[in-house]
């Protein structure tokens, strides 16, 4: 058990209902000081409604929330002052430019970080006078990482950070992060992206219908599923998943589209009985890969659904 | 410089950066008076017009009809005449008869009561007892009195008015849409600075549209005035702090920008009518009027007009700039208490 004051925040039994729908139904979290904490899951899944819960935008159905040792109902003015945020998406104000955006936002705070040194952490001193309408996407994005900044806060909370961001943007914001983390900073951030999840974080909790499905470290997470390697392949005529289910080391199979995913234990014994399965069929293997489970796998496994399908969706 | 600047500067730079914006406070208003003043200048009256249904008798009519000034006489034929009538084309329609014509009015129409008494004088004078000009009129078209000169102060204060309430409800509606409203409340910014900052702004604006107001009045349409132009200001401040406040109240909920130009046109529309920017608001019956006083519209155009036209002081201004007051403050209190950030 960790001591309390070590939690940058503290969540218990946390319920957001909207009318008839449940948006959280019953999560607790313990945030240490220090850490990255991802929540990870599909769309709809509850994660901004938890943020937001966080953020003090929005008050809970019911629930027990604390921030730094401090409460919503209490100490707002307090709370506004230590913490930094980015929402999915803000349309700032078009006619102002970039460095008069980040003047604004820092006279809010009662301390906050030279404009100069806002502006130069997400690398945008050579767009300081450009007008907000004019930016790039990524820029856009970039800037509402400097407004979240402004305050110098102790606990920042991204939402969605990098969705929809160019490569290129999305270093420079990991890269941010990083420098929080290493100046004792606590950061909340939510993703669909694994990879980002697996550089940033240090524990993570997967969500699904507001509920906490599994959280740990990464390497926790993927290891509690108990599947070493993950088999990828597609045959003709296409294979039957009910006589590859109960082959020896195979934990479970899926089918997508003509591709056949089978996650399983031991690779040495899984994949002759596979491949003898294919021969036994009369079939022809059109491709066959065998790779290390990630966190895409393990949140299949967990929902049967890939955590990418929401974030293709919303980019659809 | 603190956020109150920080916030005020924000709304003054968007305001200057848009030219539209200029362009709807400055030249809307000019382009409105031209158009109202040349329609309704006051030039010499026109002669009635009347005319006479054909007939044996039209030619003698005709020629007595003639002889009197104002008014313009010719012969139609009976149905043309009345058809005429019924456009408003005539006034009058003489029918010839026996013993004596006969006069056709439309009782809707006020000129048509002018037309049969200018008639009846005409049919009764004789060639030697000449029509009497008993009283000589002298025509009144001074700087003060003209209809140019009511129509200014109200279409400032209407100006005043539309211009505080589109300026503030569409941006605050766009920044509840865009989540910025969100990511402030999200900051430890303070809800009545960023308020204070809006109706401090609008001010800024306001005191340029009441200055371009009174020049344009003056070398255009020489109004004149006879009140003091400080008091006008302050007058026309108050009366824009009002209608901003206003504004702030009718984006308390709304999500689009549709849906608060509906409230705006619904604050707006009956005021636009009922407190006298184009006539006098004394044209609405009696029970009307106590209500019609509480309106803001109402009590800054009373007071603009008074101010310009009668040289009233500003202190004996109180009734109306206390509705003014109530109106600044109460709105500003239920927006503080009800308005939705996220």
Redesign the interface.
């Given at each position: 058990m960790t001591p309390p004051d070590e939690l940058a925040i503290e969540v218990k039994g946390l319920v957001k209902r909207f009318g008839d729908v449940v948006a959280v139904d019953g999560i607790d979290l313990e945030i240490r000081r220090g850490e990255c904490m991802g929540l990870l899951g599909p769309n709809g899944a509850g994660k901004t409604t938890t943020v937001?819960i966080l953020?003090?935008?929005?008050e809970p159905t019911s629930g027990h929330v604390r921030l730094l040792g401090l409460d919503w109902k209490k100490d707002a003015?307090k709370l506004?002052?230590r913490?930094g945020?980015t929402?999915q998406?803000?349309?700032?104000?078009d006619?102002?430019t970039v460095e008069?955006t980040v003047?604004?936002?820092a006279?809010?705070?009662?301390r906050s970080l030279p404009i100069e040194e806002l502006i130069g952490m997400v690398q945008l001193g050579e767009k300081r006078q450009a007008r907000v309408g004019k930016l790039s996407g990524g820029q856009r994005q970039r800037l509402a990482l400097a407004?979240g900044l402004?305050?110098d806060p102790d606990l920042l909370f991204l939402d969605e950070p990098t969705t929809g961001l160019d490569p290129q943007s999305r270093r420079a914001l990991w890269d941010v992060v990083a420098e929080l983390k290493s100046r004792g900073r606590t950061v909340v951030l939510t993703t669909h992206y694994m990879d980002e999840a697996e550089v940033l974080c240090d524990r993570l909790v997967i969500i699904d219908r507001g509920r906490v499905m599994s959280r740990g470290t990464p390497q926790d997470i993927v290891a509690s599923l108990g599947v070493e390697q993950v088999i990828e392949l597609e045959a003709e005529p296409a294979l039957d998943l009910e006589r590859l289910r109960p082959l020896p080391a195979v934990v479970s199979a899926q089918r997508h589209a003509d591709r056949v995913t089978l996650r399983v234990k031991e690779l040495h014994v899984a994949l002759p009985s596979v491949l003898r399965e294919v021969e036994e069929a009369g079939g022809r293997l059109r491709h066959l890969s065998t790779r290390r489970p990630t966190l895409d796998d393990v949140f299949i496994g967990l929902t049967g659904r890939s955590l990418r399908e929401g974030a293709e969706e919303k980019a659809a | 410089?603190?956020?109150l600047?920080?916030?005020m500067?924000?709304r003054l730079?968007?305001l200057w950066?848009?030219p539209e914006v200029l362009f709807w406070t400055f030249v809307f208003p000019v382009a409105t008076t031209l158009v109202l003043g040349l329609a309704f200048r006051n030039s010499a009256l026109e002669p009635v017009r009347v005319a006479v249904a054909d007939g044996p008798e039209a030619p003698a009519l005709l020629a007595r009809l003639q002889g009197v000034p104002e008014l313009e006489a010719r012969t139609l034929d009976v149905t043309e005449a009345r058809r005429q009538l019924a456009r408003g084309r005539v006034s009058l329609v003489l029918l010839p008869g026996s013993p004596n014509p006969e006069a056709l009015v439309d009782p809707s129409q006020p000129e048509g009561r002018t037309a049969r008494l200018l008639v009846s004088q005409a049919l009764a004078a004789t060639p030697d007892m000449p029509r009497l000009e008993a009283v000589k009129a002298t025509p009144v078209s001074e700087p003060g009195n003209r209809y140019v000169d009511f129509l200014i102060p109200g279409l400032l204060g209407m100006s005043l008015m539309s211009s505080s309430l589109w300026a503030l409800a569409l941006p605050l509606v766009?920044?509840r849409?865009?989540?910025?409203l969100?990511?402030l409340?999200?900051?430890?910014?303070s809800r009545a600075h960023f308020f204070l900052a809006f109706l401090l702004a609008r001010t800024v604006f306001a005191a340029l549209e009441v200055a371009f107001f009174c020049a344009f009045a003056r070398w255009l349409f020489d109004v004149p005035m006879f009140g003091n132009y400080l008091a006008l200001l302050g007058v026309g401040l108050l009366g824009a702090m009002c209608f901003a406040s206003l504004a702030l109240l009718v984006s308390i909920r709304a999500r689009s920008e549709e849906s608060v130009g509906g409230l705006v046109n619904l604050v707006s529309m009956p005021m636009m009518f009922l407190s006298g920017v184009f006539f006098a608001s004394e044209n609405f019956p009696g029970w009307m009027q106590p209500f019609i006083r509480v309106l803001p519209l109402t009590a800054l155009n009373d007071s603009l007009r008074s101010i310009m036209l009668e040289g009233t002081s500003v202190l004996t201004l109180g009734a109306p700039l206390a509705v003014l007051a109530v109106w600044t403050i109460l709105p500003m209190v239920a927006t503080l208490r009800w308005f939705r950030?996220?």
């Open positions: 937001e953020e003090g935008l929005q003015t506004r002052q913490i945020l929402l998406e803000t349309r700032l104000v006619q102002l008069e003047r604004m936002f006279s809010f705070y009662p407004l402004a305050g | 410089m603190g956020s600047g920080q916030l500067l924000m730079r968007v950066r848009q766009a920044m849409g865009g989540k910025l969100k990511r409340a999200g900051t430890p910014m950030w996220v």
